[in-house]
């Protein structure tokens, strides 16, 4: 058997040394790109190259691009990523127009704010100035007639509260068809309802309705109107049942005895031609 060379101590020490030289090497080049990577992330977080450097707004039209980023709290310069994009989202939701919100980070350095607001359902006229009427029930500052972008209902006599919430909710459940075709609606309550509201509609008819069943019967408004003849205007009254009074001849608004008494005639003719109108029962 072959033995190997015995290598003495002193010829090992040099090696031994050598080897203990390169781990050392390597430890402080560890050491050494450790601290260089700290020294480039503090940089890094301390340059603009970590901050938002732009906020892109999306889905507003009630209330402008700056509102929106004031109310997320986020703004041009705030460190990217730390942004606490949920409280962002709360503090949107948490305004009266806005009924969703989604705040993401747009690559590389980029802010995306997405919003849903509630939707226009009317107007409400104060001087020559107009407020917008949400679906919820709030009301805008005013603005001037040329800075409304939308058509929409006129509201009048109405004042913010429980019958102003219902009635913009109501309008919010009618097909858009059917929303356009109203010019004004006013607040003319009875004894019996303060709910009842009167429509003037844009094809020259009058609607008297209460609001809690507005949704439902004025869904069926093309139908009902489409039975009527159209060069003979007056009042479809929705409050209990469906029927049709028309005004008194040569005369535009006329009184109630007037209304009541061409209506006893109308009535039978529209029922004994048409039947009762579309969506006549009352819940």
């Known amino acids: ?49 970590s901050k938002v450097q732009d906020i892109q707004v999306n889905g507003n039209s009630g209330i402008s691009d700056d509102a929106v980023v004031d109310l997320a709290g986020i703004s041009p310069g705030d460190a990217y990523w730390t942004l606490n994009l949920d409280n962002a989202e709360k503090k949107l939701t948490d305004h009266k127009i806005i009924r969703n919100a989604e705040v993401k980070r747009d690559f590389p350095l980029g802010v995306e704010v997405t919003i849903e607001e509630f939707e226009k359902v009317a107007l409400s006229r104060e001087g020559q100035q107009y407020r917008t009427v949400y ?24 004042r913010q509260g429980t019958v102003l919430n219902d009635l913009a909710s109501a309008l919010s459940d ?23 509201v ?7 008819f009058e609607v008297t309705a209460v609001i809690h069943t507005l949704a439902e019967k004025m869904t069926h408004y093309p139908s009902i109107v489409s039975q ?10 929705l ?3 469906s029927y049709f009074r028309a005004y008194e001849s040569g005369e535009d608004v006329p009184d109630e005895s007037a209304v009541d008494t061409a209506g006893e005639d109308i009535d039978d003719s529209l029922d004994n031609r048409a039947g009762v109108i579309e969506g006549d029962s009352e819940e």
Do not use: C, W
Request: no cysteine.
């Open 1 to 49: 058997m072959k033995r190997k060379p015995v290598v003495s101590l002193e010829d090992r020490v040099p090696q031994l040394r050598q080897r203990r030289r390169k781990r050392a090497n390597r430890r402080l080049v560890g050491v050494v790109l450790l601290f260089v990577f700290l020294i480039i992330i503090v940089l890094y977080f301390q340059s603009s190259y």
């Open 135 to 158: 679906e919820n029930g709030y009301i805008s500052d005013p603005k001037p007639v040329q800075d409304i972008d939308f058509s929409a209902p006129v509201l009048n006599g109405f």
């Open 239 to 241: 409050e209990v049942g």
């Open 174 to 196: 009618l097909p858009g068809n059917v929303l356009n075709s109203i010019s004004e609606v006013h607040h003319t309550p009875s004894e019996v309802d303060s709910g009842r």
């Open 198 to 204: 009167t429509l003037y509609m844009n094809d020259g």
């Open 228 to 237: 009527l003849d159209p060069d003979v205007k007056g009042v479809i009254d």
